[in-house]
Structures are given as C-alpha cells and as structure tokens.
C-alpha cells in the first residue's frame, strides 16, 4: 500500500471522526481495493485509540449483516478502549474493567451518572450496571456474554434477548456505553464486505436494506452516535453483479459524488489505492468549534444524501404545497376519525425530508409522532404484537428533548402526582367499552385500590412480552389494545393531540425474496393502521411510484383473501384500507425546476460556510455549479455533490 496514500487516508477518516464526535451522530463510509486492506486498518484503529476514540471490528464473512445481532455481538466481543494494554485481550468485559479501576470506589455511582449524560437506556445498561455493582463480577460476566451471544439467562429485571429485532438498538446503545466508559466515540471496521454480494438474493437484500438503514441513522432520535463506520472490500465491490450500487436506496446514499482525488473527510466511498498523483502532505485535524456543530450536525447528514434530523429551513424548497396539505390533513384529523393521506417520490427525491418536515409541524401541533418502516415483513409489519415495542421505542413526543413513551413513563411512574393521575386514567379507561380497557384492566392487575404496581404498569405499556407471541388474533388485539391505551393515556397525561403515524420504506413489500403471502400479511395490519381505528390519527404512507401502483393492482385480490379469513378483527378493516389506498390523492414530492435547485445551491453552500468559514469560498465556481444544477438527477445528489465540494475545497484548498 502506497505509504503516502495512506497517511491522506488516515488524515480524512481522522477529521471524519472528529466532525462526528462534535455532531453526535455516525457516519457510514466504503473503503475497497484491490490491494491488503491490513496496513490501512492497522493505521486506522491505532489513529483512532491515539485521539481518544474505541475500535470495533467484524468479519461479515463470519456473519453478515442479515443477522445484524451476530455482528453487534462480535463487535462488543473485539472492542478496546483508549489506554488499554495492547496485548491484553479486548471486550466489552475488559472495558468495564478499565473503567472500573480507574473510579475504583466511586465506579458504580460515576457509571450511573454518566449513563443518564448520555441517555444510555436498555439491556446494555441493565447489565452493565450489575457488572460494576457486583463484588466478583463473574456470573454477571457470563450473563453479559449470554446476552451477546443471543442467549436468555434469568434475571430479575426483563430483559430482551439479543436478536434481529432488536440489535440496531443494541449497537446504538453500545456506541453509548462506549462513550459513558471514557471513549469519546467508536470507530466500527467491518471487513471481507464481498461477502455480502455472495449472499442469495433475499439475504443479500435485507443486508442492503440493514445497511441502508445504518446509514439513515434515522432511530427516533436514539440512534448511534459519536461513530464512524467503515465497510471495507475489494476493488471489485462497485463492479460485481449485485453490488451495493445496484440497490437503489442505499446507492444513492453511498456512490462516489466527486471525481478522482486525494481523500477528503465525508466521503461516502474511498479507494484504498491512489487515485491521482499526490503532491502534497495532508492537512492537519482540526477540533470544531463549538458555536458550529449545529451546522456539522446538518452538514454530516446531507454527506450522505440525508436531510438533518432536525428540518431546518435552510435546506427546504418547494414545500409550500405539502404545508397546505399538512394544514388540511391536521384539521381533518382533529375530528374522532382519521386521515389517511400517500406521499409518493422517487429514490432521492426529497420524502425523507418531507416527512421530516411534517414530524417538525406534528410536534409543533402537540402531536406525537410515531414512525413504522417496513422492514422485516414476517417478523414486523404483519405481526404487530410483534413491531409494538419498536414502534413506541421510536415515537418522539412533543416534549422536551422528544423524550419517547417509554421515557415518559418511567416518568410519570417516578412522579408522586402524576401517578396518582395515571392511576385515575387507568380506572376511568378501564371501566370503559374500548379497546384499551382490556390494556387498562391489565395494568392494574394485583395492585391495591389507589396504588400501581409498576412491574405490571411496564410490562403492559413496554409490550416486551408481546415480542416473542405468534400472530394469533389474541395477541393482535392484545397489541392493538395497548397502542390504543397509550395515545389515551398520552391525551390525558400530556394534553397530546391525535398521533401522526409514518410508514416509510413501503417499496420494501416488494423486495426480492417477499411473497404474496407475506404481503397479504402485511396489509392485514395496514388495515388497522389505515383503516380509521386510531382515533384522531394522521396516518401517512411514504412510497415509491411504482411501489403505489402494486399495490393498487394488487391490493382488491389480497384485500379480497383477506376479508375472506375467519381469524381478521374487526379493528383490521380492510374495506377501508382498499377505498383509501385506490382513492388517495397522493401528495406528490414535487421535482424541483431550475430556479428551486438553483435556490437548494445556495443554501448547501451557506451551510458549507457556517461549518467552515471562508476555507470553501476558495472552491466556489460559479459555472460549475450551474452545471450541477443542470445535470442534477434528483435533490439529494445535488446536495451531496455540492456539499462534499465544499469538504474539498475547506479540506485542500481546492
């Protein structure tokens, strides 16, 4: 490996890492070529322990990332914390160590303060704690190794297994732990990434779609921060049938937007081999000043052909039409019944930005917002008894720091008054003939007359013993019942109006490898969903055009076989869902003209500025931009392509 290459290399990913750190968020980049990878993961790992961060690494030959908890698992096995003994062996259990001789005394009640700095939450934290707060630490050792290894050990708290379901959440809350330990980020390596092109076509394309989803980064809020993740293969990986930039979402978030160069921070996809002649030594690292990470934070995500978490009227256009769609749709929903409404665009056209901007109006209009991707068709969306915890994990609610549900709850069951008022809630609703009054009734099971029993209050309401159950209509109900309890209680509690529900990703209904069947199933849900039995709801179907249209044609026959099965509620209806979804009046992401990309420019390099000052006016080229504009396919290649011009220019001065 070219030695030179290699220090720019290192030099871009270090700044990466830096800029993420200060944003806390995550990054995803591709690293391929045709030579050994070793000596540039070698120098990677150790640039990054030397600025203070953590390495984690993985084979996906070993386990791809269609078993997404195998790797989470390999990850926490491998990792190593800044100022640990290279020669000794690394883990999560070493980490825990290190931390907990450095606090000695003090480690239990300093692991816990810093746990709620960095909102560390769920299994990863229950175990974590035990660990520290035991006197030999070996059973608690075994059981954090069974927890990784997908294996249940009996505990006191309940606790979830680790398992495809939930490990994008465990590798969020492991990028926190790694920060609460004294880490100030992780740098992921996953290596032998060709595995994933030989996988068959249906695990080759949940692993794109876990991929794709790694990059959004979108987990209500929850999900990894402070980390740079390298996906590293062979030169081969753009150029083989099947590769990642044959899948259309994630290629649009991860191919090469600028032309050959030394390697500059954000990109999504770097050679390991030279591209150009190198006639430079790379730039130093800089820190980021604090008063700019709000810009980094919006600039690392428009990198990677993502709009910021937060929408921000800098990089909106053209959505003056959607306002007065979202206006109408919030009227109409403030009434018992609900809404439906399609919002229809292509790969890269601007929808995650729409819905972005509408979760900013529904929290703004007191609404909680609760988002549904379809992903795993037989384990999710069909089975809501199944997608409950998942679904309440990642609603964001329109309170401070968008704390979700399950935050407040322990909340309100932390809270002397408030208590009293959920009790007084769970009376009233349980002596009701609605659907949640069985959820209620079930809250106040074996508690005493005025009081709660908060084991029985969590269970309900954190529906983890849902995750495990079949899809019987029992246990469908059973979930229905308790969503329904919660935007009740939501209402009484928190004066939230009627929920804007998101279901986003819905192309993948049509993924390879997913049967009729399977979608058959999945519009039985929808027909809850979308079927008006959430009251006051706003409920939102984001897909593609050709995606509306198969299921238009498809959805009278699979409608049909499902009106006609003995075991559909009556809540489910898809009579409903069928009027609704041939009668929508899609909500077009409307393709920007000229004068709209022109006015998108501008603001990609405002924001270019606001991170790095004068650096990028030396990369200003006025005909180049216009020849962007011009030849711009969608909005968000143009935003990545200006945007990482500007990373060039800031970076080298070009």
Same mark, same amino acid.
């Not at 709000?294 to 052909?305: D, F, K, S, T, W």
């Not at 993502?306 to 009227?313: G, K």
């Not at 084991?455 to 309900?460: D, G, H, N, R, S």
């Given at each position: 490996m070219d030695d030179r290459w290699l220090a720019h290399l290192v030099a871009s990913r270090a700044q990466t890492l830096e800029d993420v750190a200060a944003a806390g968020l995550s990054t995803v980049a591709i690293l391929s070529g045709d030579v050994a990878p070793e000596p540039a993961l070698d120098a990677l790992a150790a640039d990054a322990l030397e600025r203070g961060f953590a390495i984690a690494t993985c084979s996906l030959a070993d386990g791809g990332l269609h078993d997404l908890d195998v790797v989470v698992g390999a990850l926490a096995s491998s990792l190593r914390v %800044?100022?640990?003994d290279p020669g000794r062996r690394h883990g999560l259990v070493v980490a825990l160590d290190a931390f907990v001789a450095k606090h000695k005394k003090h480690a239990e009640e300093r692991f816990e303060a810093l746990a709620e700095e960095e909102a560390l939450a769920g299994e990863l934290r229950v175990l974590a704690s035990q660990y520290i707060a035991a006197a030999t630490g070996r059973t608690e050792a075994r059981r954090l190794h069974a927890w990784l290894g997908g294996k249940e050990m009996p505990t006191d708290v309940?606790?979830?297994?680790? &398992?495809?379901?939930?490990a994008k959440r465990a590798l969020a809350q492991l990028t926190r732990l790694v920060r609460v330990l004294g880490a100030r980020g992780t740098r992921i390596v996953l290596r032998d990434a060709d595995a994933l092109v030989e996988l068959s076509g249906g695990r080759r394309d949940v692993a794109y779609t876990v991929l794709r989803e790694l990059v959004d980064n979108a987990d209500g809020g929850r999900g990894t921060v402070a980390t740079e993740i390298l996906v590293v293969g062979s030169g081969a990986l753009d150029r083989r049938a099947h590769s990642l930039t044959e899948h259309p979402a994630l290629a649009s978030r991860v191919v090469p937007v600028l032309p050959p160069g030394l390697p =500059? %921070? +954000?990109?999504?996809?770097?050679?390991?081999? %030279?591209?150009v002649e190198i006639d430079r030594e790379p730039p130093s690292v800089r820190a980021i000043e604090g008063?700019?990470?709000? &810009?980094?934070?919006?600039?690392?995500? =428009?990198?990677?052909?993502?709009? %910021?978490?937060?929408?921000?009227?800098?990089?909106?256009?053209?959505m003056d039409e959607v306002d007065a769609r979202i206006e109408q749709l919030f009227a109409h929903a403030s009434n018992d019944g609900s809404v439906f409404a399609v919002l229809v665009g292509e790969y890269g056209a601007?929808?995650? +930005?729409?819905?972005? +901007?509408?979760?900013?109006?529904?929290?703004?209009?007191?609404? @909680?917002?609760?988002?549904?991707?379809?992903?795993?068709?037989?384990e999710d969306l069909g089975n809501p008894q199944r997608h409950l915890r998942r679904l309440i994990e990642n609603a964001a609610l329109p309170l401070r720091r968008r704390a979700t549900p399950i935050d407040r709850l322990e909340g309100w069951l932390r809270t002397p008054a408030i208590r009293k008022r959920l009790r007084a809630s769970l009376d009233t609703i349980a002596q009701g003939d609605g659907d949640a009054a069985r959820a209620a009734e079930?809250?106040?099971?074996?508690?005493?007359?005025?009081?709660?029993?908060?084991?029985?209050?969590?269970?309900?309401?954190g529906a983890v013993d849902l995750e495990s159950k079949p899809g019987n209509p029992s246990y469908r109900k059973d979930a229905y019942g308790r969503l329904l309890l919660w935007l009740d209680l939501l209402a009484r509690l928190e004066g939230?109006?009627? @929920?804007?529900?998101?279901l986003d990703e819905a192309e993948n209904l049509y993924r390879a490898g997913v049967s009729r069947a399977e979608r058959r199933t999945a519009l039985r849900s929808l027909g809850f969903y979308c079927g008006g039995?959430? @009251?006051?709801?706003?409920?939102?179907?984001? =897909?593609?055009?050709?995606?509306?249209?198969?299921?238009?044609e498809e959805a009278a026959g699979l409608l049909d076989e499902i009106e006609g099965q003995s075991t559909l509620l009556p809540m489910e209806d898809v009579a409903m869902l069928r009027r609704r979804l041939l009668r929508a009046r899609p909500i077009p992401v409307t393709k920007l003209g000229r004068e709209g990309l022109a006015t998108l420019a501008e603001q990609a390099h405002r924001l270019a500025k606001d991170v790095h000052g004068k650096r990028v006016e030396r990369g200003r080229d006025e005909e180049g931009i216009a020849k962007l504009v011009r030849e711009a396919k969608t909005p968000r290649e143009l935003l990545r392509r200006l945007v990482m011009r500007g990373e060039r220019a800031a970076w080298l001065g070009e």
């Open positions: %800044p100022g640990t309940a606790m979830r297994p680790l &398992a495809a379901r939930t =500059v %921070p +954000h990109q999504s996809w770097v050679s390991l081999e %030279p591209q008063k700019r990470a709000g &810009a980094m934070r919006a600039l690392v995500r =428009v990198a990677q052909g993502l709009p %910021p978490l937060d929408a921000i009227a800098e990089l909106t256009v053209g601007g929808k995650t +930005h729409h819905l972005l +901007h509408m979760e900013a109006r529904a929290l703004a209009d007191q609404r @909680p917002v609760l988002r549904l991707a379809v992903e795993r068709l037989d079930r809250c106040l099971r074996g508690a005493e007359a005025g009081e709660l029993d908060d084991a029985a209050v969590m269970e309900t309401l939230c109006e009627g @929920p804007v529900l998101i039995a959430l @009251p006051r709801a706003c409920v939102v179907l984001a =897909v593609t055009p050709d995606t509306l249209g198969a299921l238009r």
